[in-house]
């Protein structure tokens, strides 16, 4: 079950985030970023359990491109065609929007890979893209891959 985030899912996607940023599988964020963001989040609740167990982010970045971030599906439910799930309401956002080309930067690119995107070169991205590069924790020097997929 995916739905638009809430204010009430705020916490639990942040602790999942943690567990992500914790393994070195995701960047951290911090608890207000994303309620500055949470209109680009959706979530998927577990019909069974009825909590939150994925989250995903969908950021416009430019008239033609926008950024999947945070999207994280939690421990023992990997494998369960969630984070397609999640990714397919992502590009589904993109296409309501007109978005032409979607991006992501990751430490997971074989999932990326197979959801259609391409690696492609840091330096292909628009500048505007690296504004929130400034206040990583890991810059100047990325490891991140940054994979794109035309929408």
């Given at each position: 079950m995916i739905r638009k985030a809430?204010?009430?899912?705020?916490?639990?996607?942040?602790?999942?985030l943690q567990d992500f940023a914790v393994e070195g599988k995701l960047l951290p964020r911090p608890l207000s970023a994303l309620y500055d963001h949470l209109r680009?989040?959706?979530v998927y609740e577990d019909p069974v359990e009825g909590r939150l167990v994925g989250c995903c982010a969908l950021q416009i970045c430019?008239?033609?491109?926008?950024?999947?971030?945070?999207?994280?599906?939690?421990?023992?439910?990997?494998?369960?065609?969630?984070?397609?799930?999640?990714?397919?309401?992502?590009?589904?956002?993109a296409s309501l929007y007109g978005i032409k080309k979607i991006f992501a930067l990751t430490y997971v690119p074989d999932f990326?890979?197979?959801?259609g995107f391409t690696e492609?070169?840091?330096?292909?991205?628009?500048q505007?893209?690296?504004?929130?590069?400034?206040n990583c924790v890991k810059f100047p020097d990325?490891?991140?891959i940054a994979m794109i997929r035309r929408v």
């Open positions: 809430t204010v009430h899912d705020v916490r639990p996607i942040h602790r999942l680009d989040y959706a430019w008239e033609d491109m926008a950024e999947v971030r945070s999207l994280a599906v939690e421990q023992g439910h990997g494998g369960q065609g969630i984070g397609r799930l999640l990714m397919d309401w992502a590009l589904g956002e990326f890979r197979r959801m492609v070169d840091k330096g292909d991205l628009p505007k893209i690296w504004a929130d590069c400034l990325c490891d991140e």
